[in-house]
């Protein structure tokens, strides 16, 4: 799998970096039918149940709330800028490092939860766990590397 940090074309939220030997702890999961907006790079996923619908294929993920426990967060894609309901996409697991945005200033190796109100941010923990900071962030805005490393609070 190749990632736009792999060709220096820039810093893309959501995108992966770091990876060893071409292998990615990414998976394909396709987005709740029943979900409402679209889904961007970098929005905290979660497993949701789709009741009587649904099958042992590919699982379905929703987007976290401020409560949830993510386990990753929508990888960035050069196909496709937005994922609507019932559309898969990859999403970023336990292990990954991925291309967030800093909702403030964090110092590198602070623990970190996702912003529910803005999705691809992640602020100093305030709840849940969603990873660890590779890199520190002087401001909001700033881009960080995270270790994707979900736990509850």
Do not use: H, W
């Given at each position: ?9 820039g ?22 039918p ?10 905290p ?85 969603f990873?660890?900071?590779?890199d ?14 979900p736990?509850k609070?």
């Amino acid at each position: 799998m190749y990632n736009s940090n792999q060709f220096k074309k820039g810093k893309e939220l959501g995108s992966l970096d770091l990876t060893v030997g071409g292998i990615s702890t990414a998976f394909t999961v396709r987005l709740d039918p029943k979900a409402t907006g679209e889904v961007t790079a970098g929005t905290p996923m979660k497993f949701v149940d789709g009741g009587a619908d649904d099958t042992n294929g590919v699982p379905l993920v929703g987007v976290c709330e401020a409560a949830d426990i993510a386990i990753g967060a929508r990888i960035f894609s050069l196909k496709s800028g937005v994922t609507k309901a019932g559309e898969i996409l990859q999403v970023s697991f336990k292990g990954s490092v991925q291309l967030m945005e800093a909702g403030e200033a964090i110092a590198r190796g602070d623990e970190v939860s996702f912003d529910a109100a803005n999705p691809g941010k992640v602020v100093a923990i305030s709840g849940a766990r969603f990873g660890t900071a590779l890199d520190k962030a002087a401001e909001d805005g700033d881009f960080i590397r995270v270790i994707i490393d979900p736990a509850k609070a």
